[in-house]
């Protein structure tokens, strides 16, 4: 499902509703709210909403539980690193206990044992249900979401959960929940605002199938719902 919208902030403030409500659902439900976070600059107004009185207030963080879609492979006080950004815009902002907080990386372990580790620890905190609830995703210029680049092996994995590899134009590894897993969760919730998406957004969601080109194509939920929040820049080539 696509929702258009005028602003980016209306697309950051609907972001935000979302979150707080599949968090209180799950919560009711089940005891818990399992979320994957996003990388890159879409999200930092997001998270900065969701660290006000207003919208932390709502939810039960010491019953959160939070994962990243994917990673740089860079220690977590890099300036590059996704976790970095999300502790300085959200986490430390937020009452959620460190232990309910698992960055993609660690150090002193390659990034490619680290992949089946986190995916061990993802099997560990999700019990039965053996999906996220949330996952928040941005799409890249190029059709890429989260470490699902054009053109890499990554994108025809069909089994495991996370995994990691070295991206030759980045010259660094990194580390990337998979398609298949990504699809498991309940709720998807693709980001993606800015005239230069526009080209890309329409390939992904009307062009042909080519999810080696535009893997975002590969965002195909198995139960859950997958929904594309743009705006009206964003939008402008779709018919």
């Known amino acids: 499902m696509v929702k258009q919208f ?14 707080v409500d599949a968090a209180k659902k799950n919560i009711d439900e089940k005891g818990f709210f399992s979320v994957a976070l996003t990388g890159g600059s879409s999200p930092i107004d997001l998270h900065k909403l969701l660290a006000t009185e207003a919208y932390k207030s709502q939810v039960d963080w010491s019953k959160v539980l939070v994962f990243w879609g994917d990673e740089r492979w860079v220690p977590l006080d890099d300036d590059l690193s996704n976790a970095k950004m999300s502790y300085e815009t959200l986490l430390n902002h937020i009452p959620i ?3 309910n907080i698992f960055p993609m990386f660690k150090e002193g372990v ?22 996220l ?5 941005g799409m890249g210029d190029d059709g890429h979401t989260a470490s699902l680049f054009p ?3 990554v994108l025809h994995e069909k089994d495991k959960w996370v995994d990691a590899y070295f991206l030759a134009p980045q010259d660094m590894y990194r580390i990337t929940l998979t398609a ?4 498991k969760a309940e709720k998807i919730v693709v980001i993606t605002f800015g005239e230069k998406k526009a080209k890309a957004l329409r390939e992904v969601l009307q062009g042909e199938r080519n999810p080696e ?11 859950g719902e997958l929904l594309f929040l743009v705006d009206d820049e964003a939008a402008q080539l779709l018919t």
């Open 6 to 19: 005028k602003s980016k902030a209306q697309i950051i403030e609907t972001a935000a509703q979302l979150f």
């Open 97 to 99: 206990p460190e232990s």
């Open 110 to 131: 390659d990034a490619k044992a680290y992949a089946q580790t986190y995916e061990q620890i993802l099997r560990e905190k999700l019990k039965d249900d053996a999906r």
């Open 133 to 137: 609830d949330f996952i928040f995703l």
């Open 151 to 153: 053109g890499t092996e």
């Open 180 to 183: 298949p897993f990504i699809n």
């Open 213 to 223: 080109q535009y893997p975002s194509q590969l965002l195909e939920p198995t139960g």
